[in-house]
């Protein structure tokens, strides 16, 4: 079985600083890995995917995250966060062909990230 | 907008009532998933539809009733639901179960059980 755990419920951040939200899996099998974002009131919009290749993977609004398959983690990061940047973010695994959960996403508990002026 | 359209965006229902919700994707996807989303848990997968069937029921109460008549549309049908039962209903699709492009959601039902 799948599972994700999102180290931090909640990150509070000043504008301009660098932010990092940390996401470890386990599985038993090959994973896909996504980071989505949640603004309040709507539904979850993708930032990006780890499916294959090279290990940094960049998404919108200037989110990269890294694949670290040894320590099974995902970590999402952002050099320079904006106001515009505070949501709830989610991490989230599905099994590669041939898994249990194949076809589904098990996403983690979420983090907040709020930043501050 | 999304791709997927969820209606209504609140609801608040007695616990006698019947209501629907209702999902509609124009992406061309093949699965549709409904997902809830509660306070402090992390989202928890409820039914997974592709290509018009039913392939997971995660051990949902038979007070939500699932139905899929068509790719493009998704409804949950709720009946004698509970307070507890309260939350955000997220729908979901994507080109087929297990594509690796992930999900595309919609903005989800506020659902509240009086």
């Known amino acids: 079985a799948q599972s994700v755990t999102q180290l931090d419920s909640q990150v509070p951040v000043f504008e301009e600083a660098p932010v990092e939200l940390r996401c470890n899996y386990s599985s038993s099998v090959s994973v896909y890995l996504f980071w989505y974002v949640q603004y309040p009131n709507q539904g979850l919009q993708l930032l990006l995917k780890?499916?294959?290749?090279?290990?940094l993977v960049k998404g919108i609004n200037g989110f990269e995250a890294e694949f670290n398959k040894s320590q099974t983690s995902f970590h999402l990061r952002k050099p320079s966060v904006h106001i515009s940047d505070t949501a709830e973010y989610f991490c989230?695994?599905?099994?590669?062909?041939?898994?249990?959960?194949?076809?589904?996403?098990?996403f983690g508990q979420g983090t907040i990230l709020t930043v501050h002026p | 907008e999304t791709g997927v359209t969820q209606t209504p965006r609140h609801l608040v229902m007695g616990m006698t009532n019947k209501k629907s919700l209702k999902c509609e994707q124009h992406?061309?996807?093949?699965?549709m998933y409904w997902y809830k989303q509660s306070a402090k848990k992390p989202l928890e997968l409820m039914f997974v539809y592709s290509l018009e069937e039913r392939v997971e029921n995660n051990s949902v109460p038979s007070r939500f009733s699932p139905e899929c008549p068509n790719s493009s549309h998704l409804f949950l049908h709720l009946h004698t639901l509970q307070p507890e039962d309260s939350a955000l209903y997220l729908c979901?699709?994507?080109?087929?179960?297990?594509?690796?492009?992930?999900?595309?959601f919609g903005s989800g039902t506020r659902l509240t059980v009086v």
């Open positions: 780890y499916l294959s290749g090279s290990t």
């Open positions: 989230a695994v599905s099994d590669r062909f041939g898994g249990t959960s194949y076809g589904k996403l098990t």
């Open positions: 979901a699709s994507s080109q087929e179960q297990g594509a690796p492009d992930g999900y595309t």
């Open positions: 992406l061309g996807h093949n699965a």
